[in-house]
T-cell receptor, first 111, second 115 residues
Framework: EDKVVQSPLSLVVHEGDTVTLNCSYE??????LLWYKQEKKAPTFLFML????IEKKSGRLSSILDKKELFSILNITATQTGDSAVYLC???????????FGTGTRLQVFP | DGGITQSPKYLFRKEGQNVTLSCEQN?????MYWYRQDPGQGLRLIYY???????QKGDIAEGYSVSREKKESFPLTVTSAQKNPTAFYLC??????????????FGSGTRLTVV
C-alpha cells in the first residue's frame, strides 16, 4: 500500500526563522510529488517535483526531491506570520489521477 | 474566471438524514475527486471520477455516494449509513493523467456538522 509520511506533524517558530518540512514516501509507480499550502480552506499548489536533485524555488520557498532515498523537503527561509498554514505533501502515481496525501505539517509562525 | 465551486460552505445535518454536497468546475477538467479531512489525518479519498458516467471508490467510500452525469459536476451524498460524517469535505479536479502530469485544483470546502 502506498504511503506518504510527513514530519514533523507540528512546528512553532518565530518570524525570521528558517524551517524544513519533510516528506518521505513508500510508493509504487512514482510519477510526481506535490506540495500544497492550506491556510483556511482550499489547498493551494506550491510545487510539483518529478526529477531528483533539481530544486524548485518560489520566493522564500524551495523544494527538492531525492528519488533514491524517497523523500522531499520543503524549505521556507525568513518565515513570516503569513506562512502559518498546514503544508501537505502528496504523491501522484503513473497511470492514475489519484493523489495520495500525507497527514500534513502544521506550521505556526509567531511575531 | 475558471475555478471550482463547492456549496454550501457550512452544513448542519441531523442524525439519520442524507445530505448532498455540491461541486462544480468550469476548468474543462476530466477528473474530479472528493476528499475528507479530519484533524491530524490529512486528506483521505472518498470517491473519484476520471470520466463522465464513471466513478471509482476511494479509501473511505462506505456511507457515501456520488454521480457524474455532467463533466462539470460531481455531487457527493453523505448518507445516514456514514457513522461519523462530521468533517471538512474538499472537492478537487484535474486533467486526465493521459493528458499530462498536472496537479489538482481544489474547491474551498464544505464543513459538515452532525447535530
Amino acid at each position: 500500500e502506498d504511503k506518504v509520511v510527513q514530519s514533523p506533524l507540528s512546528l512553532v517558530v518565530h518570524e525570521g526563522d528558517t524551517v524544513t518540512l519533510n516528506c518521505s514516501y513508500e510508493v509504487t509507480n512514482f510519477r510526481s510529488l506535490l506540495w500544497y499550502k492550506q491556510e483556511k480552506k482550499a489547498p493551494t499548489f506550491l510545487f510539483m517535483l518529478t526529477s531528483s536533485g533539481i530544486e524548485k524555488k518560489s520566493g522564500r520557498l524551495s523544494s527538492i526531491l531525492d528519488k533514491k532515498e524517497l523523500f522531499s523537503i520543503l524549505n521556507i527561509t525568513a518565515t513570516q506570520t503569513g506562512d502559518s498554514a498546514v503544508y501537505l505533501c502528496a504523491h501522484r502515481p503513473y497511470n492514475t489521477d489519484k493523489l495520495i496525501f500525507g497527514t500534513g505539517t502544521r506550521l505556526q509562525v509567531f511575531p | 474566471d475558471g475555478g471550482i465551486t463547492q456549496s454550501p460552505k457550512y452544513l448542519f445535518r441531523k442524525e439519520g438524514q442524507n445530505v448532498t454536497l455540491s461541486c462544480e468546475q468550469n476548468l474543462n477538467h476530466d477528473a474530479m475527486y472528493w476528499y475528507r479531512q479530519d484533524p491530524g489525518q490529512g486528506l483521505r479519498l472518498i470517491y473519484y471520477s476520471q470520466i463522465v458516467n464513471d466513478f471509482q471508490k476511494g479509501d473511505i467510500a462506505e456511507g457515501y455516494s456520488v454521480s457524474r452525469e455532467k463533466k462539470e459536476s460531481f455531487p457527493l451524498t453523505v448518507t445516514s449509513a456514514q457513522k461519523n460524517p462530521t468533517a471538512f469535505y474538499l472537492c478537487a479536479s484535474s486533467f486526465n493523467y493521459r493528458v499530462g502530469n498536472y496537479g489538482y485544483t481544489f474547491g474551498s470546502g464544505t464543513r459538515l456538522t452532525v447535530v
